[in-house]
């Protein structure tokens, strides 16, 4: 058994095999360096000899202990026999420490090192991974010559990051690329960290209990952004198991990301555009790379965080401009700020809010404060002459509030005629749908904006009452909850009805359970993070509209969220058997109130 | 690309030396398990044995050697193996390359 297997939510999948590096924690503990006196040397081999006939020993041991239907385990133990023995590794840490005369752990720090030089150097990911073993073959050894389990601290190229939390500051300043997996203490699905993660193709799990307590800098841990868990510590029979796994997810991921290109388009015809959320200028690459059809939702908040001054017009303009620029001839839809009064206080005042998620955020807070509103909806509008670019208002709750969106758009819109600056009068302007009150009355929204997009993550929360980021409650977060699933259909039939494209943004629509319902409901774009695109078009373009349809009115037809959820993960199964364990679902964490 | 190993005997530094072809069959690779299989099959033997890939020679009985060859499915490699018993080595050797190392 592993030291402590930890649970937490997986909001990236994919599994990460590496050291823990806290952040915010120090982190280089000395691997004892010492040269010596000649009469000493022979002794010193002796002692290294020794390590790695004791760490064979161990493997050897461990080998044998292996159940015979875990073969396969056996061969990766095996392997790691192997590296001990070989003579490049342990032939050249005998060379470093005859010729140099220093300690042991020196010298096997060196060999190690000159491994790391020669699979640096190789292209293929598989290959270059592999150093992965010799650190832990050398590791194994390590421990013998320190006779001890020793923890390890040095941030090497396989870093699993922990820390509290993530902030868009913290990763500016990390090293993201030297990252294999996050796992935060705090973070619900949404957070800044799994947003981050995905982007980033890194396995990540957030919301993990006790992690603190229970891992070391310099643990080995295993971060299962498939299932949610940190494994602190893992057997080597544990660990041959996840490295099978972390090799038939990749697999999997390379397999679908061939077929990105194609359109998500159903058997029987039916297109669906599959779109990117992102926050960063830099994420564009992700997007055309996982073939996503432009961006459905650019968050566009990241530009006002982590600085003193706001941002002014020409900057955003450029910002919007070169996004635009580089995705044309995609769409790129910009939702204005979605922020709260508490990320300005520095210019506004604080306000006190008893519960911010209800206060003075989003639209409420632009309109409230409208010359910084006023030099974001200009800053776009210049942007829209280049590309093909769209503006969405978040947090309509109702007519009075898109109206006056609306009209300060068109003041702008002139202010820009006076002063010569140029613009596109046709650029199309939407909404969010993400309040029960603008659910209800879609009908007459949709007859003042070009399109919607129904934000769901907000839209569950406020429909069923529940911040799903209290763990007393997000059991209560129900994405096929009858009350959302009707929301959904409405709003959708309602823009349908007025001639309006319906966009879906939130986590339903990276989730592989609720996309077919959503299809069903013809909905005409998703938008999910990039790196989850290739396997939802992939599912999109096995399934037909048909059985989408079908699906829908019996969901529609289901009383309870129980019956729903297991009635989809019946027909999803059958569907696609060999594919659902690469995503993770919002369906998961269902059963009830945890402790 | 050879579907089979391709026997050749060369006739150098006194007959001992062999020179077989093979082709990486299976769909993976020469990854840690087939390397390892590979490594350690030619331990067996005392002969001096190699792999040469894109003029790259490395030591048969290392399997860190044989990873940092990177060589995936269908790479064309050349084994070397020069000792008394050169000749069965890599008939052996060979012969797990066509059984794609199961």
């Known amino acids: ?595 | 690309m050879p579907e089979t190993t391709v026997p050749l005997k060369l006739d150098l530094d006194g007959g001992h030396d062999y020179v077989r072809l093979v082709c990486v069959l299976n769909e993976k690779g020469l990854h840690a398990r087939p390397a390892a299989k590979l490594a350690q099959a030619a331990q067996r033997f005392d002969s001096v044995i190699t792999i040469v890939m894109n003029g790259q020679e490395v030591d048969a009985k290392s399997i860190l050697d044989i990873l940092t060859l990177a060589a995936g499915h269908g790479a064309n490699l050349e084994l070397r193996a020069q000792g008394d018993d050169a000749g069965q080595a890599l008939d052996a050797l060979a012969d797990l390359f066509k059984n794609r190392f199961q």
Not at chain 1, 168 to 183: N, R, S, Y
Not at chain 1, 283 to 301: M, P, S
Request: aromatic share 6%.
């Open chain 1, 1 to 595: 058994m592993a030291l402590a297997t930890l649970t937490g939510i997986p909001i990236s999948a994919g599994i990460a095999i590496g050291k823990a590096f806290f952040l915010n924690r120090s982190l280089f503990g000395q691997i004892p360096r010492h040269t010596l006196p000649v009469d000493q040397v022979e002794q010193e081999a002796q002692r290294l000899r020794e390590a790695f006939a004791k760490g064979q020993a161990e493997l050897a041991a461990i080998r044998e202990r292996v159940p015979a239907e875990l073969e396969e385990h056996a061969l990766i133990i095996d392997s790691h026999l192997m590296i001990m023995r070989d003579p490049k590794l342990q032939g050249s840490a005998m060379n470093h420490l005859m010729s140099l005369r220093i300690n042991a752990e020196w010298a096997l720090e060196k060999a190690v090192a000159d491994l790391e030089e020669a699979f640096d150097a190789l292209d293929d990911p598989y290959f270059r991974e592999r150093l992965q073993d010799v650190r832990l073959v050398a590791d194994r050894v390590r421990s013998q010559l320190m006779d001890q389990k020793v923890d390890f601290r040095t941030l090497g190229s396989r870093a699993v990051l922990l820390a509290h939390d993530l902030t868009p500051a913290d990763t500016v300043e990390l090293q993201v690329d030297k990252i294999m997996g996050f796992a935060t203490m705090q973070g619900g699905k949404t957070s800044h960290t799994g947003i981050l993660a995905k982007s980033l193709g890194i396995p990540a799990v957030v919301g993990v209990v006790g992690m603190e307590e229970a891992v070391q800098d310099g643990s080995l841990v295993v971060v299962d952004g498939i299932k949610g868990l940190v494994v602190v510590e893992p057997t080597e029979e544990e660990l041959a198991r996840y490295g099978d796994l972390k090799y038939q997810f990749e697999s999997y991921r390379v397999g679908i990301t061939k077929n990105c290109h194609l359109p998500g388009e159903t058997i029987d015809g039916y297109r669906i555009k599959v779109k990117a959320n992102i926050e960063l200028y830099e994420e564009v690459a992700q997007v055309i790379d996982n073939g996503g059809d432009g961006i459905g939702l650019f968050r566009t908040e990241y530009a006002y965080l982590n600085r003193v001054n706001l941002p002014g017009e020409e900057e955003l303009f450029e910002n919007y401009r070169d996004l635009a620029d580089i995705l044309a001839p995609r769409r790129v839809i910009l939702r204005t700020l979605d922020l709260g009064a508490d990320k300005f206080m520095a210019h506004f005042g604080r306000l006190e809010e008893q519960n911010p998620a209800l206060g003075m955020r989003a639209i409420r807070f632009c309109l409230r404060h409208k010359d910084l509103f006023r030099t974001q909806i200009r800053a776009i509008l210049r942007a829209s002459v280049v590309g093909n670019v769209s503006l969405m208002f978040p947090m309509i709750s109702g007519l009075k509030e898109i109206r006056q969106s609306v009209n300060l758009l068109r003041e702008c819109q002139q202010e820009l005629s006076r002063e010569g600056l140029a613009y596109n009068p046709e650029m199309p302007v939407g909404m969010m749908v993400e309040l029960p009150s603008a659910v209800m009355t879609a009908e007459i929204m949709a007859k003042e904006v070009d399109f919607f997009s129904i934000g769901t993550n907000d839209l569950i929360q406020y429909s069923l009452g529940i911040d799903r980021t209290n763990r007393h409650v997000s059991y209560l977060y129900q994405p096929l909850h009858p009350a959302v699933v009707r929301s959904i259909k409405h709003v959708v039939d309602a823009a349908h009805q007025a001639g309006i494209e319906c966009n879906l943004c939130g986590e339903m629509a990276s989730d592989p359970f609720c996309v077919p319902i959503l299809m069903g409901m013809q909905i005409d774009a998703i938008s999910l993070n990039p790196q989850t695109i290739p396997g939802i078009k992939h599912l999109i373009r096995q399934a037909t509209m048909d059985d989408c349809k079908k699906l829908l009115k019996q969901v529609l037809e289901s009383p309870t969220v129980a019956r729903t959820n297991q009635l989809v993960r019946e027909t999803i199964f059958q569907k696609f058997p060999d594919q659902l364990s690469y995503f993770y679902s919002l369906l998961d964490s269902e059963e009830g109130p945890s402790q």
